[in-house]
């Protein structure tokens, strides 16, 4: 059974620090580009960060540029989000996702796991 699934998430305070991992199950995640989307309330789902299938390639929205950063091992068939300096509007829910291409746009991606909740609040 494929899966993909997030953990991490959790409460953090305002210019605290988070690492979510998204660990895949029933296929191979090295063969995938994987992307990480995110959604608060009321808003749509935006991609944020993604990674080639080598890990050559990475991108970020402009929003976490700086403060994000994805990485992968294969070892252990996961792709990790680093969150450094998180602030109040980064609270929504995380997503990681595979795909065919790094890009933020969902449309790049076909399989998607439940979401891990994210709050920064002080």
């Known amino acids: 059974q494929l899966q993909l699934v997030e953990s991490g998430g959790g409460l953090v305070q305002p210019g605290g620090s988070l690492r979510l991992s998204c660990t895949a199950s029933?296929?191979?995640?090295?063969?995938?580009?994987i992307g990480w989307f995110r959604q608060a309330p009321g808003k749509e789902r935006e991609g944020i960060s993604c990674?080639?299938?080598?890990?050559?390639?990475?991108n970020y929205a402009d929003a976490v540029k700086g403060r994000f950063t994805i990485s992968r091992d294969h070892a252990k068939n996961t792709v990790y989000l680093q969150m450094n300096s998180l602030k109040v509007e980064d609270t929504a829910v995380y997503y990681c996702?595979?795909?065919?291409?790094?890009?933020?746009?969902?449309?790049?991606?076909?399989?998607w796991g439940q979401g891990t909740q994210v709050t920064v609040s002080s």
């Open positions: 996702a595979r795909g065919s291409n790094c890009g933020l746009a969902p449309r790049w991606y076909d399989y």
């Open positions: 990674i080639s299938s080598s890990g050559i390639i990475t």
């Open positions: 029933g296929f191979t995640l090295e063969y995938y580009a």
